[in-house]
């Protein structure tokens, strides 16, 4: 049943399997373009038995029930499809339950067109990027394809003058021609450490998988002021918020406006079916598959002297606007005037953050 399952969920594009134990039943749900519908109900006499499949197949210890593990594993579904796979296990009262995260390590990376992205904002990103330093922020909430973009913008660097150097956790995806380095926080291993040392191999690039304090936070500014060009990614709904999240870190606003060259906001949206418009054969509720809604924050002088004195996220975002930019809720309206998503769905990714 769990390699069944596993394989149902690689040929369906899922991108997480919840395994979740319940007192009458043990219920599996996967998540497909962002929202997690069930799959199947099963007697919660099968709770130990696939939760112990699980385990063996992720190196974790089966006797271990009352706390939490992680592990991974590599699997191939039935029609020869590979996924890495990252899994944690967490108790609850009626058993343990695990998910799994389906990594894309070996999907084709995409294009900047595919992303999402309007020709204006193509053009802003691909000035940012050929620049030989400087600091560019890809921010949003968990599963807004922050990491695609990322890896976007690593391929079109990718050049055989340049040494490109990554910090991940984990590396979701293998380029041939970057190096690439997954943290180990067991062993020592951080952001901050690693990155430490990848300053001394004398790179032209680094990605920086997450800023997650004020040590990596500043190792980062530091590095784009000193002839790197660095991109990193931070958990905030907005381009202006991710300003002010950096600030809060302990950065000064000084040395944020020397190292900052692009703020790129996002979320994911899921796309209308081009066959149908309810559900069909190619769909299951209207939708298939899903784009990028996106807010830019290029850094003008009016914006850099708005930080340096501490001006508020709302203050920011008008001033961007101001200066030509639309905010996430402006990109996603003109989705919809596109037909390319509906209002209901923009309001359900959107609507807290216009």
């Known amino acids: ?33 962002g ?64 998910v799994v995260r389906l990594l894309d390590a070996n999907t084709e990376i995409r294009s900047i067109e595919q992303l999402g992205l309007n020709k204006k904002n193509q053009k802003i990103i691909l000035d940012c990027i050929q620049k ?21 913008l690593l391929n079109l660097l990718n050049q055989q003058h340049r040494n490109i150097t990554t910090i991940e956790d984990p590396v979701e995806m293998q380029i041939e021609g970057i190096n690439q380095t997954h943290i180990n926080t067991k062993t020592g291993l951080t952001f901050s450490h690693t990155l430490r040392a990848l300053l001394r191999q004398d790179p032209d690039v680094i990605m920086i998988g997450e800023i ?54 996002q979320r994911l949206v899921r796309k209308l079916c081009v066959h149908c418009d309810k559900g069909c054969t190619y769909c299951t509720d209207g939708f298939q598959g899903r784009t990028g809604i996106f807010e830019l924050m290029p850094m003008s002088e009016t914006l850099k002297q708005l930080i340096v004195e ?16 639309d905010n996430l809720w402006r990109s996603a309206l003109a989705c919809v005037q596109n037909k390319l998503t509906s209002l209901g769905e923009i309001y359900r990714v959107v609507s807290n953050h216009a």
Request: with cysteine; glycine share 6%.
């Open 1 to 33: 049943i769990t390699h069944q399952l596993l394989s149902d969920a690689i040929h369906r594009g899922a991108s997480d399997i919840h395994f979740e134990p319940y007192q009458q039943h043990f219920r599996v749900r996967f998540r497909i373009d």
């Open 35 to 98: 929202l997690l519908r069930e799959i199947i109900s099963l007697p919660n006499q099968l709770t130990d038995a696939i939760t112990s499949c699980v385990k063996v197949l992720a190196h974790l210890d089966i006797a271990i029930k009352r706390m939490p593990q992680d592990g991974r594993l590599g699997f191939r579904s039935y029609l020869g499809f590979f996924k890495d796979c990252r899994v944690n296990t967490c108790p609850t009262i009626h058993g343990e339950k695990s």
């Open 132 to 152: 030989p330093q400087g600091l560019i922020l890809v921010t949003g909430p968990t599963g807004s394809g922050k990491t695609i973009t990322l890896y976007t």
């Open 212 to 265: 997650r304090d004020q040590e990596t936070a500043e190792m980062a500014i530091r590095a784009a002021q000193t002839g790197h060009l660095v991109l990193s990614t931070l958990h905030t709904n907005s381009a202006p918020e991710a300003i002010t999240r950096l600030c809060h870190m302990g950065i000064a606003p000084f040395h944020l406006c020397s190292a900052l060259t692009l703020v790129i906001a």
């Open 310 to 325: 501490n001006a508020s996220h709302i203050t920011l975002g008008k001033q961007n606007q101001a200066d030509g930019h």
